[in-house]
């Protein structure tokens, strides 16, 4: 049996809660941030059809700390972002708080390129 404690449940409250007020389309798909302990992950994701449009992760960056790791997940998925010619997204948080990697991830995709 899985244990969650008592701030995971919360999390997932909150991941609700902000779900229930960002959605993603083709024109504008939600920018969704996934932290570990060890790594960070993004992907821009179309709600309409479920789909992922495009993804970075910090697999491959091994050296650095993680929160400039985090910085170049950001950029890296703006790049890629703006070869698939999509230049504004909604940034879903998951119910982390709006500092540390996830707010390098965000501030690497706008300076990337990416519209919030």
């Known amino acids: ?37 060890k790594h960070i992950y ?8 479920g789909a992922t449009l495009v993804s970075a992760a910090d697999l491959t960056l091994k050296s650095g700390p993680k929160s400039e790791r985090a910085s ?11 070869k698939a010619k999509i230049k504004k997204v909604v940034f879903d948080r998951r119910g982390y708080a709006y500092h540390g990697r996830v707010r390098m991830v965000a501030e690497g995709a706008r300076e990337g390129g990416l519209e919030f």
């Open 72 to 82: 170049a997940v950001g950029k890296e998925l703006a790049e890629k972002a703006l």
């Open 1 to 37: 049996m899985i244990m969650l404690n008592k701030n995971d449940s919360q999390r997932e409250k909150r991941i609700r809660r902000g779900r229930s007020r960002i959605f993603g389309t083709a024109q504008r798909p939600r920018l969704s941030v996934f932290r570990s302990g």
């Open 42 to 49: 993004a992907q821009l994701i179309n709600d309409e059809k």
